[in-house]
Structure formats: structure tokens, C-alpha cells
């Protein structure tokens, strides 16, 4: 393992650059990466991803299931939890994205805000 990273920074140091396309909720996105990220990366793509993105693996991998969107915090009359998504549509910031579930974001009949075209 430290021959595997230390071939990178030779690399690096060389004009070898580190770029990686992963998913986003809105296709891909390309992430630059140094030596060290680089290698992380090898090890655990989601993980690494999350990382240069500002969210733990567990929130990354979460928001793409939910292809960005935020499920409703509310209860309804039975109990049940809303199946509504707040207004707005889906979040591609994975960081604002765990801002509202962390807030438990409501939609508008649960007394969330309304959306732009409202």
C-alpha cells in the first residue's frame, strides 16, 4: 500500500494529473485529486467521493438513492410519514441536500414553504 502511494506522488510529481468522473444525482461530476485522494479513491470510490464533496460516505450514497431529493418530514393523519418531497425539486449540492433532511424539511401541506412557481 505505501508503494502503491508513493508510485502516485512520483506520478504527481512528474505532470501526472488525478481525475475522477463519479455519479452525482445530476449524472457525474469531476473531481481533481492529489496523490493522497488519489489512493483513497482506489480504495473506496464512494467513500473518497463523499469526502471531496464535504458529506460522509453514508449521506453521498443516500442522496443518490434519493436522486437528490428530500422526503417530507411530516405525518399524516394516520401516523404514516408524508411521501411528498419538500418544494423546490432535488437538491444536487449533497451538502445542502443533508442540511434539510438534518432540519426535517416539511413540504408545503406540512407547513414546509411553497415552491418558486407557487
Known amino acids: 500500500m505505501a508503494d502503491d502511494l508513493a508510485a502516485l506522488k512520483r506520478l504527481h510529481a512528474k505532470g501526472v494529473s488525478f481525475i475522477a468522473n463519479v455519479p452525482t444525482v445530476y449524472g457525474g461530476k ?4 492529489g496523490p493522497q485522494e488519489a489512493y483513497e ?3 473506496d470510490r464512494d467513500a473518497a467521493a463523499a469526502r ?3 458529506v460522509t460516505k453514508e449521506v453521498y450514497v443516500e ?7 428530500v422526503q417530507c418530514a411530516g405525518t399524516t393523519k394516520s401516523g ?3 411521501r411528498n418531497s419538500i418544494s423546490g425539486g432535488a437538491i444536487y449540492d449533497p451538502v445542502e441536500w443533508e442540511r434539510e433532511i438534518r432540519i ?3 413540504c408545503v401541506i406540512h407547513g414546509g414553504p ?3 412557481d407557487q
Open 30 to 33: 469531476d473531481l481533481i485529486m
Open 41 to 43: 479513491f482506489s480504495l
Open 52 to 54: 471531496m464533496m464535504g
Open 63 to 69: 442522496w443518490l438513492a434519493a436522486g437528490g431529493d
Open 80 to 82: 404514516r410519514r408524508c
Open 104 to 106: 426535517n424539511a416539511k
Open 114 to 116: 411553497p415552491g418558486v
